[in-house]
T-cell receptor, first 112, second 114 residues
């Protein structure tokens, strides 16, 4: 069964605007990750946030984690057309076997 | 720096035919995974392996078999393909089970079963 539920399912913005995607999950976790998938390609890891962290930055990406609400958000600042892709959150459900449980993703479209 | 390589990239099968999808990684990763991706469903884990010679079932294992005879290779087999197995298949690998299970994905295999 799906672990993460991304919200919204689709997001359409103009270049230069910020894009915020949310993820909710149901179980305890060791960490939560965000991945990007360009059309017709495999997933690419973007950022990992551990359960004891509240916020993490990587370039134009900012991820927050609220374990009390079992939710995370991914913020992309100053979006570019090249950011157009699907974004997935994934959790480990506390497993140490390396398994990840992915949500259904948010399709982000950034218009020039 | 090949990373994770999947072959073939595309395949069309008739119902009842069999085929094997090959995944190869050159990163000396211990863990490997097979997923399928269907529209609106995200990724669902089919089978995975935590080391050479070991395999385990994921969420949707029925109709598939796997083998991990060599550390760098993970094979996914369809013994008797069904139209419900039309999907995009992704292989992934990771190396550190302790709180850093970042997965590296191949480019995918697009399979159509007629």
């Amino acid at each position: 069964s799906q672990q993460g539920e991304e919200d919204p399912q689709a997001l359409s913005i103009q270049e230069g605007e910020n894009a915020t995607m949310n993820c909710s999950y149901k179980t305890s976790i060791n960490n939560l990750q965000w991945y990007r998938q360009n059309s017709g390609r495999g997933l690419v890891h973007l950022i990992l946030i551990r359960s004891n962290e509240r916020e993490k930055h990587s370039g134009r990406l900012r991820v927050t984690l609220d374990t009390s609400k079992k939710s995370s958000s991914l913020l992309i600042t100053a979006s570019r057309a090249a950011d157009t892709a699907s974004y997935f959150c994934a959790t480990d459900r506390g497993s140490t076997l390396g398994r990840l449980y992915f949500g259904r993703g948010t399709q982000l479209t950034v218009w020039p | 720096n090949a990373g994770v390589t999947q072959t073939p990239k595309f395949r069309v099968l008739k119902t009842g035919q069999s085929m094997t999808l090959l995944c190869a990684q050159d990163m000396n990763h211990e863990y490997m995974y097979w997923y399928r991706q269907d529209p609106g469903m995200g990724l669902r884990l089919i089978h995975y392996s935590v080391g050479e010679g070991t395999t385990a079932k994921g969420e949707v294992p029925d109709g598939y078999n796997v083998s991990r005879l060599k550390k760098q290779n993970f094979l996914l087999g369809l013994e008797s393909a069904a139209p419900s197995q039309t999907s995009v298949y992704f292989c992934a690998s990771s190396y550190d089970r302790l709180a850093k299970n970042i997965q590296y994905f191949g480019a995918g295999t697009r399979l159509s079963v007629l």
